[in-house]
């Protein structure tokens, strides 16, 4: 059973331009939520979608949106990137609501150079 | 708000010995709390987690952490340190009803041989 499927592994990109992260979840998730990382820190809270909604949101600029699509997979957009958005870009998905099991990918790694 | 404190970014244990890593919370709700495991390059594995009920939770690979409401804290402890263990380790608390973790910034485990 494939867990949380994250694509690509890594990615290097100039400031300015745009980027798309790509998140197939945990086979019968239907809930995932996006964290950036960044080096020697622990990860913070993006935003978390359900029934392709965005649910809850976290202290970061409009520059970052999401998706969900119908079979539960998510897209997170970063636009204008910035050196700071360099970091370990984390996809997390839970199924039953109120579980709290959560299960991580091994995340996109972006260079912002 | 919601935040996790972890005393000692850098950990070393000899092989065998007890492994405690600390971890305080500040919850204005009664807290969910959380430890995870990250390997070099990979994403989190839950070790354990304690949401209700009894207070000391027992997870993977033989961890343990104990709710401490009195003193606010979640501390995990392993009785014997294997090779295996090194890692970097974070601790995260939820509120009830709200799924978005907010992390610590994480302890890094090194085992001495």
């Known amino acids: 059973d494939a867990g949380v499927t994250q694509s690509p592994t890594h990615l290097i990109k100039t400031r300015g331009q745009q980027v798309t992260l790509r998140c197939s979840p945990k086979?019968?998730?239907?809930?995932v939520s996006w964290y950036q990382q960044a080096l020697g820190q622990g990860p913070q809270f993006i935003f978390q979608y359900y029934e392709e909604e965005e649910r809850q949101r976290g202290n970061f600029p409009d520059r970052f949106s999401g998706h969900q699509f119908p079979n539960y997979s998510s897209e997170l957009n970063v636009n204008a990137l910035l050196l700071g958005d360099s970091a370990l870009y984390l996809c997390?998905?839970?199924?039953?609501?109120?579980?709290?099991?959560?299960?991580f990918g091994s995340g996109t790694r972006l260079t912002v150079v | 708000a919601q935040s996790v404190t972890q005393l000692g970014s850098h950990v070393s244990v000899s092989e065998g010995a007890l492994v405690l890593l600390r971890c305080n919370y500040s919850?204005?709700?009664?807290?969910?709390l959380f430890w995870y495991v990250q390997y070099p390059n990979q994403g989190l594995q839950l070790l354990l987690k304690y949401t209700t009920g009894a207070t000391l939770v027992k997870g993977i690979n033989g961890f343990e952490a104990e709710f401490k409401k009195s003193e606010t804290s979640f501390h995990l402890t392993k009785p014997s340190a294997h090779m295996s263990d090194a890692a970097e380790y974070f601790c995260a608390v939820s509120e009830q009803g709200n799924e978005k973790l907010t992390f610590g910034t994480g302890t890094r485990l090194t085992i001495i041989p």
């Open positions: 086979s019968g998730h239907d809930t």
């Open positions: 919850s204005s709700v009664p807290p969910y």
């Open positions: 997390a998905s839970m199924g039953q609501p109120g579980s709290y099991g959560y299960t």
